[in-house]
């Protein structure tokens, strides 16, 4: 029996959690057999042993990197102290690994890029373009050179991170994809994002502080035509080049 790829989930709520589990395997291409779910945010993380698995992808959170760490949960302090054990691992081994969101702050702050509320975006659907570098990335290969996708965070990097590879930038917030040595990836956006899940978040996280609670309704109209046919392919990528 192959390996699985290991996701790894920071979300406290059940129905956001489980949306973007299906979200990840439906645009991934990811079988249930081929999936070991791990939540985070419940007891931290375990000692992961790379070798069990294919590659890992880490999904969104409402926790910010940029609190100060005094105003930080136990739990927040546990899975940041945890991810940056794995990192330790990930990072020497150059193992497989796409954090998406969250994932990408968690990895920024690891290798030593300021992060910080200044390149903060609304939910939405927002239009990136890929550098030099990112039209050569495997994961992105036959990408045209803008495309869509939909995000919404209060903190980003501010620079790209050290020991990093911008592949990809917007006009609001412009560290929205990079890579480090050449399998471990990062995204601000959400690869794994249609209108149905973001609906799903907009109304659970509508008030963590992302937007107006009384806007609510509007946001979930706004990208109900949203289409992000390329920013998905970049989880079925991932898993095709890694499987």
């Known amino acids: 029996?192959?390996?699985?790829?290991?996701i790894i989930q920071l979300r406290p709520?059940?129905?956001?959690?489980?949306n973007e589990l299906a979200a990840i395997q439906?645009?991934?291409?990811?079988?249930?057999?081929?999936?070991?779910?791990?939540r985070a945010e419940q007891n931290g993380l375990p000692n992961i042993e790379l070798e069990d698995f294919q590659g890992i992808i880490v999904g969104g959170s409402p926790f910010d990197v940029s609190t100060p760490h005094d105003e930080k949960t136990a739990i927040q302090q546990q899975?940041?102290?945890?991810?940056?054990?794995?990192?330790?691992?990930?990072?020497?081994a150059d193992f497989p690994f796409l954090g998406c969101c969250s994932g990408n702050g968690l990895l920024g702050q690891y290798l030593g890029a300021p992060i910080s509320t200044r390149y903060g975006e609304a939910v939405g659907g927002v239009d990136l373009t890929l550098t030099d570098a990112g039209r050569q990335d495997p994961l992105l290969e036959g990408f045209p050179n803008t495309f869509r996708v939909l995000l919404g965070h209060k903190e980003a990097c501010d620079s790209v991170p050290p020991q990093s590879?911008?592949?990809?930038?917007g006009q609001a917030c412009p560290i929205q994809m990079f890579r480090v040595r050449s399998n471990v990836y990062a995204t601000q956006f959400h690869p794994e994002a249609d209108p149905e899940g973001f609906?799903?978040?907009i109304e659970i996280y509508?008030?963590?502080?992302?937007?107006?609670p009384e806007t609510a309704a509007e946001l979930i109209a706004s990208i109900s035509n949203e289409e992000t046919p390329w920013a998905q392919r970049i989880l079925r990528n991932f898993v095709r080049r890694y499987r």
């Open 26 to 38: 439906r645009y991934g291409e990811l079988a249930d057999d081929e999936v070991m779910r791990l």
């Open 13 to 18: 709520e059940d129905a956001t959690a489980d």
């Open 1 to 6: 029996m192959a390996k699985p790829f290991l």
């Open 199 to 201: 609906g799903v978040r």
């Open 79 to 92: 899975v940041e102290q945890d991810f940056a054990h794995l990192f330790d691992r990930v990072i020497p």
């Open 165 to 169: 590879t911008l592949l990809a930038s």
């Open 206 to 212: 509508k008030n963590h502080g992302y937007f107006k």
